[in-house]
């Protein structure tokens, strides 16, 4: 084997060195013994963890070149979302560990974090695959794992029917995106996706251009964006903060790189991407409106999930490397965001019996826990849009490149979401700040969550107030699979 | 000290940054040590204010100070700092205001570590948006200035203050939805795809429809912060919820961003779509100006009769915009200077009385005079820079303005005269309720401010009475800037 | 030293005492009053020495205030005939007025204050007067204002004195609109609003009529404002709840004269148009006919005055539209000196009688007080017109001008005559001639010595002022024979039959005790008109009721009712359609399905037709 080649494969290999790691604590270390079966759930939490952490350093190594008989591309482009994706998985384990708010029965962990582990295996492969095989095979392998891991929830509830309806809508929806490729495939005779875009581009028919729309759906599904978002708010309210993290946060990048991906196919068609504008304000409307009547914050964020995807796909109407970068951008800074306030909620809902969360509990938070207040402020402000985050510097970006690719009218509808998702989210704000609570006791917290949580709010600021630090690279990035 | 003086407006604009990153790190309980940090850094931000006044050239045009700093040229962003008479005083304002609304809190006894660290938030923000000359620099300052005042509000405020703060922030932010397309679409529509403020005055761009558009999404945008008419309700609920010295930076400064907006970005970049729209800008303006003081007449809060006020004479400032002539824009930056250090010792008096009687109802307060006379006197010689008495600086802004407002909208400009009376009407009729009269039973052993307590006071008063004396001050200064403005509305 | 140097510190010594007392010296009041003595004197001693010492032709000085391309203001002084012989009579008034105060407000714990803001107000008149810009005259013209709120409004502890206080500012800010409107107007025009200029422009004539017309009676209204011409003239009487000292001050040489001072200085500019000069004639008779009616029915002593002294500024407003500026200006100087006479013996008599109603100063008082009584009977003596005393001197020339405007201006102006005969005399005959006084002992104190040591001075002056007319016409740069009264002419015939009929009506009336009533209370209807000052006063309190607060109601009503109401709604609309959304989230997967599923085909069939 050529070690050269195989360098290209490193972070893909440390997920699956870890997933096979957790395999074995499954298979070996388990036991009937309740005792055994903490010490597994533990080791499996440090196995998930420190693979990840592991595979996103691997990520770090600029790497150059094509796989598999050139069906599978690394690059700049993907070695930044693989980072992304590890450091999401990273956080999603971390969130989802034992002592953090134990959801996941013990006896189930180990499996939880290999699923978890695989999802983000398929989404690598998502990020990389340039052939439409592996692309869809990247796409289901991370969606089965997701359907799994919101059903892992412990206790007896609604996450059966969720993840149900989650499996159905998903199953249901990449059919039609199969269907689409399969058009594309007998369109033009090729798998890869570069031929095919030649191919579209060549002679863009509507019937091409229709079957590139199915195709997306598979994307927009896993996204949430109106109207295939249904699954999202169910889900994040009632699956376990682990899997409703990685949901939220990695798997949202994931999708983002391989909208990125497939959207190359149709980028000489204005009317598909005036279909995908209407699709963005459409999502953004309905997310921020729906999100204002929310009581429960993890189903508040999952509406406000829509929204912000809808604001993403404004963007890419920009149909350029900054439009192309910016979404990663933006991807990222959602990420980090997300991961911020799932720290809250994992921090607030620790002991609670719910996997539900209302926004009361985090009533008073500056008195019990005035750091955890810190990051709630951070990560709300900075999905809000408000400087000096990288929200805010994101959806600059991402609404210059809108307004470049002509959409005015559309970032005036964009701003005026802006203002209505600004009133949710003081809404929680001022739970936390304003709101006193009866019993102003000190919240027992894990000792490093709200330190955590701060450092990656200060890492929001800088990469906020100095987006140069990255950009450059990603416009590089993009640039390779334009 | 040469180093100094070539980054100063960057190290102004870190005074309160660093002032917030090290409250951060003060332990919850020191309350002391918080206030003496925030009052090293807002102190040092007015010293180093005073010292960008003294460096100033006013023989030139030009921006000074300048710093210029690449920051995303693929985005066409750029770090550019620098003032030029336009914006000097109002940096000048802000440290002044920023300084004596910490002394003005000293007694606080509530949060008051994340107080200050919202606060000097907010002011970083203010003070970025007078010096920036780049709009996404701008705008990033300028939503930073804007969303500490939710909790700020929320948390310390007092009548409604929950609702007040909502509807304050979602009101401005609304605001910002059409500065979002406005600001950006300046980049596209030149063509010339870069922030930087100077290029995009200096192009010769054919903005034709799309920059009346564009204008109007630009004075709308920050209209709403400037509490143009329709768009004012915001204001006076924010005022009467807001704590003492929040009202002090929310009237003082934070509604100037709102003119200095439309000045720098719409008046400066925009020169034509001012023309057309100047008609409706003096329109509206002289609804501010007379029905803001009729509205201020009717209240009987003592703090919404201010927020009203500033309704008033914020229409003053946009009035004198409009008239697009030498005289009137100067006086309009000097109103919002004015006007600034105003209500700024406004709040800070009405603060001290509301704090000691826990009331602000008119017809509840009488014949304070008589035992808060310090109070009672520097509420008056407010109340007479509101009327435009001379020898205090907001007579010269508003003779200024309304003397061109005659010669450019003669209608318009007489109209607005009749605002003289109905200030003073209003600030007359608070004068005699809550000062003069008998003085009352229960409020006869309330302490007055106390020699502590004073020169934060003293300083605004101060101000006031040295602008409306050396007019010079202010309009030397101004003159080349302005000049230059008016060549370019001139076309 | 130069003209300049004294002009400083007329108007700098003053305020450096104002601010002195802002600034914290109000806890050593003895030193404020003192150093407010200090600063009078030396204002008196650089006005005259400024009249004195002036060059022919005057002298002009300027230095830049304020700078805009579009105009500019500066600050400097305009010593003429006319402005430093006003700077005299302000200049040696304020000086007794200090003086008498020293006595009068012994006892107020806040004397520091009263001294403070007199020296303020004695700046604030000079500015006017010494001003060589418009610019400059207004911004003294709303300090007069200011310095005027806060003396009335002095006792304000007293809701009447603070409501009066108020009541004057606004009064006169609404003339201050004319007035501000004109200038801005003339400013329209001109680079800057320099005296010089501004008479140079009337004088070249290069303003179409319309222009100088609207101009001059901009200005007019400002001018009725300050000096009390109807309408605006109800501030006035009310003023009366300030200090004595004020009242004395603010009705003989300052405030009220300002307006006169100001028609003085640009009676080219009104007379350039006709309409404005006859209508400024007209308004000053009426108000003058006005006036003078209501202090023959009036019955506090100090509002007798008051009412006495609008009537009076229409007098001099008459000669001055009438197109005499020395006549008008003549009668201003020598009104000066008898109103403050007046108002200075006032105060000792209602400092006795702790009241002012004339017929309880009648009984109590009366000729108990002989000072007061002294300078009471001089002052209205010269009031009524008695042939050698001050006030007929100066009265008289105005009616030689009024005269030739025409019969109606002038049988007005001699039916005013005789009324104020009359009022005068009946003050006199009330207040030193009661048949029922009740003796009481008089109480001298140490401080009386100083207020009456200044009525007997003041009653000296207004003896021997009438006899300065023709010094005063060649200091202005007109002929002596301008101040020449023709004695054996039918008007002064005319003026001596006012005369006579008026205090013979009064002796009739109350010379010989009685009832004492007067025979205008024979008609209740005409009494009752005039007693309530011709209904000006209700006119401007409905306008306040009714008009004002209407406009308040109505704006309140738009800012409650309809704008906010529409932003609140607007929020909660926002609301209502989230609910809408987050209902279509209802749990019905194949509902999720079939929306998702029909909006792809919508998408689909979009594309095709694309």
Known sequence: MDWGLASLFLPELALLGTALGLFVVTTTVGGGESADLRRAGAMADRVAFFGAVFAALLALVPAEGQLFFESYAVGGFSQSVKLLLCLGLAGSAWLSRGAARGQVSVRDRPEFHLFLTLATFGMAMLTSATELVGFYVGLELSAYCLYLLVAMTRREGDHAEAALKYFIQGATLSAVALFGMSILYGLSGTTSIAGIGAAVTAEPTTLALAAVLLSLVGVLFKLAVFPFHFWAPDVYEVANDGAASFIAAASKVGAIAALLRLLTLGLGHDGLFWILGGLAVASMTYGNLAALVQKDLKRLLAYSGVAQAGYLLMGLMGRDEAAWSAAIYYGAAYLGLLLLCFIVVVEVGRGREDARLPISAVNGLYKKSPMLAMVLLVGLLGLAGVPPTAGFTGKWLLFKAALDGGAFWLILVAGINNTIAIYYYLIVLKAAYVDDVEDPTPLQTSPLGPKLGVAISLAIVLFGVFPQWVMPRLLDAVAAIL | MAWLDAHILTIILMCPVVGLGIVMLIHNGKDLLIKQVAAVSSGLSLVLSLRVWALFDASTAELQMVERVAWLPSAGINYIVGVDGLSLAMVLLTGIVFFTGVLTMWELTNRVKEYFAFTMALVAGVFGVFISQDLFFFFLFYELAVLPMYLLIAIWGSTRREFAAMKLTLFLLAGSALLFPALIGLAHYSGLNTFDMTLLAEADTDWGGMGLILFGFIYVGFGVLAGIFPFHTWSPIGHVAAPTAVSMLHAGVLMKLGAYGVLRIGMIILPEAMGSWAPVIAVLALCNILYGAFVALGQTDLKYMIGYSSVSHMGVVMLGLATMTHAGISGAIFQMFAHGIMTALFFSCVGHIYDRTHTREISRLGGLFHTMPRASTLFIIAGMAGIGVPCLASFWAEFLVFVAAVKTWPIIGILAICGLVASALFVLRVIQKTFFGPPLEAWKDLPDISNGMLPARLILAGTLLVFGIIPGLMLTNLDESVRALVAVLAG | ?610
């Open chain 3, 1 to 610: 030293m130069t003209l300049n140097a004294w002009a400083d510190i007329a108007i700098g010594a003053p305020l450096a005492v104002f601010f002195a007392m802002l600034l914290g010296m109000r806890a050593w009041p003895r030193a404020v009053v003192g150093l407010s003595l200090l600063s009078a004197l030396a204002v008196a001693l650089a006005t005259w020495m400024m009249a004195l010492n002036l060059p022919e032709g005057g002298f002009t000085s300027s230095v830049p205030w304020a700078v805009t391309d579009d105009f500019s203001v500066s600050f400097g002084y305009r010593l003429t005939g006319l402005s430093t012989a006003m700077a005299c009579v302000v200049g040696t008034i304020h000086l007794l007025v200090q003086v008498y105060s020293v006595g009068y407000m012994a006892d107020d714990p806040h004397k520091a204050r009263f001294f403070g803001t007199l020296s303020l107000f004695a700046t604030a008149m000079l500015g006017i007067v010494l001003s060589a810009d418009l610019a400059q005259t207004f911004i003294a013209w709303e300090l007069v204002g200011l310095a005027s709120y806060l003396l009335i409004g002095f006792w304000n502890a007293k809701p009447a004195a603070a409501q009066a206080a108020k009541k004057a500012f606004i009064m006169t800010r609404f003339g201050d609109l004319g007035l501000f409107a004109g200038l801005a107007l003339m400013v329209s025009r001109l680079g800057d609003l320099k005296i010089d200029t501004v008479l140079l422009a009337v004088e070249a004539n290069t303003w179409e009529p319309g222009f100088v017309t609207a101009i001059g009676l901009c200005l007019l209204c400002g001018i009725a404002g300050k000096s009390a011409q109807f309408p605006l003239h109800t501030w006035l009487p009310d003023a009366m709840e300030g200090p004595t000292p004020v009242s004395s001050l603010l009705h003989s040489a300052t405030m009220v004269a300002a307006g006169v001072y100001l028609f003085a200085l640009l009676q080219p500019l009104f007379l350039a148009s006709e309409f404005t000069a006859t209508f400024a004639l007209g308004l000053a008779v009426f108000t003058a006919l006005l006036a003078a009616t209501v202090a023959c029915v009036e019955t506090d002593m100090k509002r007798v005055l008051a009412w006495s002294s609008i009537s009076q500024l229409s007098f001099m407003l008459m000669g001055l539209a009438a197109g005499s500026q020395v006549a008008g200006f003549f009668h201003l100087v020598t009104h000066a000196g008898f109103k403050c006479l007046l108002f200075l013996s006032a105060g000792l008599f209602i400092h006795a009688a702790h009241t002012g109603d004339l017929l309880a100063i009648g009984r109590k008082v009366g000729r108990s007080a002989p000072v007061a009584a002294l300078g009471l009977v001089v002052g209205c003596v010269a009031l009524s017109g008695f042939p050698g005393f001050a006030g007929f001197m100066s009265k008289e020339l105005v009616l030689h001008a009024v005269h030739e405007q025409g019969m109606v201006f002038y049988s007005g102006a001699l039916l005013t005559s005789a009324l104020t005969a009359y009022y005068a005399f009946r003050l006199v005959f009330l207040a030193l001639f009661d048949p029922e006084r009740e003796s009481v002992e008089a109480h001298p104190s140490a401080a009386l010595k100083w207020q009456q040591g200044v009525v007997v001075i003041l009653a000296v002056l207004t003896l021997g002022i009438g006899w300065t007319g023709g010094d005063l016409a060649r200091h202005l740069g007109a002929s002596a024979d301008e101040a020449h009264i023709h004695w054996m002419s039918s008007g002064v015939a005319f003026a001596m039959v006012a005369l006579v009929l008026g205090a013979g009506l009064a002796f009739v009336d109350f010379g010989r005790g009685g009832e004492r009533a007067g025979s205008f209370a024979k008609f209740p209807a005409m009494h009752r008109f005039f007693a309530s000052g011709w209904g000006v006063d209700a006119f401007w309190r409905t306008f306040s009721d009714v008009g004002i607060a209407g406009l308040t109601r109505l704006a309140l009503l738009i800012d409650r009712g309809a704008i906010d109401r529409t932003v609140d709604g607007t929020g909660a609309a926002t609301k209502v359609l989230g609910g809408v959304a987050a209902r279509m989230q209802n749990g019905r997967v194949q509902l999720y399905l079939s929306i998702a599923l029909g909006l792809l085909a919508t998408g689909l069939l979009a594309l095709g037709a694309m």
